[in-house]
């Protein structure tokens, strides 16, 4: 487990926060001390987190945590609310540093991190922070290169990503609704057709009932032609034996010619005058 790891486990996850952030760091000057301490527990590490309570509101804080030679364990020190910062400076815009000034209302430190990339690091996700959860008294970043307020934050980057995938999500959302939509439709009208069929449908067997038409099933040998689509459905529709004409039959009688045929199914015809 790495040293950030343990701190997040032992200093912040007791105490239901998040750690966001970590760098390691070293005074650029010796702190003065007015007196001969004695007793002191010798070399240490030192380490400034950045961190934000689980529970809302949220509030976010900066850490000061050492680990002291010979021991495994990580001990919270100086603490302060992120509200508390006034400024963050970067010491030198123009090229790779690793020399920063952190300035609070009642404290100055003047640290040097282990890196140059890992004290960016670090800023890029003060920054962001700051942006964050400091809606009216933001710390004035000075001396800071571009790529830690912007541009090629690693932070902006992944924002921009998320929201390009959340933007093409909602495209492809938008167009299926679309089809979705037009199908709707066409199923409607196709709705509205079969209804409308089956009502003429329905209003063709009552005229023909009600003029005493008797459905015929047998139209002799010959075979039947396609009816038209307004008589496909009456059971009164037969193919004339004679003139092969389709028609609605009553009796043997068939109304699509001048003439009538007279007849029967599977016997002779002959034409009456």
Known sequence: MSAKSAI????????????LGAVQVKRRTKKKIPFLATGGQGE?????????????????????????EGSTSFVRRSQWMLEQ?????????????????LLFENAFDQWVASTASEKCTFFQILHHTCQRYLPDRKPE?????SKIMGGNSILHSAADSVTSAVQ???????????????????????KNSAQQFAETAHKLRLAGL?????????????????????????????TC??????????????????????GSPGGDLARSG
């Open 168 to 190: 093409k999500a909602s495209q492809a959302l938008n167009e299926r609704g679309e089809r979705l939509g037009r199908a709707e439709e066409k199923t409607e009208d196709m």
């Open 141 to 145: 970043f000075i001396n800071c290169q």
């Open 241 to 262: 034996l004679l003139c092969h004409q389709l028609s609605v039959v009553r009796g043997s009688y068939c109304t699509l010619t001048s003439g009538a045929h007279v």
């Open 44 to 68: 240490y590490l030192t380490y400034i987190c950045l961190s934000v309570t689980n529970k809302k509101p949220t509030q976010a804080s900066i850490t000061k945590v050492k680990q002291f």
């Open 210 to 238: 009600s003029q005493g038409l008797t459905p015929r099933t047998d139209c002799g040998s010959e075979p039947q032609r396609m009816l038209p689509a307004f008589l496909s459905c009456s059971p009164f529709a037969q």
């Open 85 to 101: 910062l006034r400024q963050v400076n970067g010491i030198d815009p123009n090229r790779d540093s690793a020399e920063f000034d």
């Open 8 to 19: 997040s486990k032992e200093i912040f996850a007791p105490l239901d926060e998040r750690m």
